[in-house]
């Protein structure tokens, strides 16, 4: 079998590829890597490939002209778990991942249905510098600002501002995700936690289903959707080529409002 044709890149490290050569600013450490061997440049996590494009050009053959080649999505321990596989952003290529990208650019992303947001966001900006201005102590500004976009989001998703049920997916390394010998014994524990916080929302999404789709069979206007969330049922109920369950809606949903 002929020698793969890959990009340059620094020497490796049996076990560990490059991985020593990342720092916490991985950005960084890319765009140094860039300068000593050019804008497309082969490293190893681990275990895992990784090509890096670091320059405007190369990302635009890659995610323009090359795009079907490089669209599979990875896996890790904690999206395996919280979106499992069903959201745009780690479903594989396919029909199903196609579908949900037109809903959401359509339901989302439209100029029309961006100005009709505005209400919502303006209301939430207001409540925010009144919380702020009124506070006796100290107050964290980051936090309300988390909370002031966790409420516009689950808003404009769902159609209700709702605060109880924030989760933050660990975003720090998980080893098992690059050195899949070691996954199975979950080092780090953050496949237990993934887990856990997986059935937590299957719970709560559950409810919110459920009391959707009673609101949407005693609703005057059928053929109106409110949010993201009835796109979602109205696209479901109206094909059945690709199927949409509510396994797929909280994977959907999970990255829209929860993990921010």
Not at 5 to 10: D, H, K, M, N, Y
Not at 240 to 254: A, M, N, S, W
Request: with cysteine; aromatic share 10%; proline share 6%.
């Amino acid at each position: 079998m002929s020698r793969l044709r890959l990009p340059p890149g620094p020497p490796a490290i049996p076990v560990i590829g490059h991985l020593h050569l990342i720092s916490n600013y991985p950005h960084h450490s890319f765009w140094e890597l860039s300068k000593r061997y050019g804008p497309l440049i082969f490293v190893r996590f681990g275990s895992v490939p990784v090509i890096v494009a670091s320059s405007p050009d190369t990302a635009r053959q890659i995610l323009q002209k090359h795009d079907q080649i490089f669209s599979w999505r990875p896996r890790t321990a904690v999206t395996s778990y919280l979106y499992e596989g069903r959201n745009i952003l780690f479903s594989q290529p396919g029909p199903y991942h196609k579908l949900i990208r037109q809903v959401a650019f359509s339901r989302l992303s439209g100029n029309k249905r961006l100005e009709s947001f505005r209400p919502i966001i303006s209301s939430e900006i207001r409540q925010l510098l009144s919380n702020i201005s009124h506070a006796s102590n100290n107050v964290s500004v980051r936090g309300k600002l988390y909370e002031s976009t966790f409420s516009i989001i689950s808003a404009i998703v769902i159609g209700k501002s709702t605060k109880n049920i924030s989760f933050r997916s660990p975003k720090a390394f998980n080893i098992g995700d690059y050195f899949p010998f070691l996954a199975t014994l979950d080092l780090q524990g953050y496949a237990q936690r993934s887990k856990a916080v997986s059935q937590i929302l299957k719970v709560i999404f559950g409810e919110i289903f459920n009391e959707r789709r009673n609101d949407r069979e005693n609703r005057d206007d059928k053929m109106q959707d409110e949010d993201f969330l009835d796109a979602l049922m109205t696209v479901s109920s109206n094909q059945k080529e690709v199927p949409i369950t509510d396994t797929h809606l909280k994977g959907i949903l999970t990255v829209r409002i929860i993990c921010l």
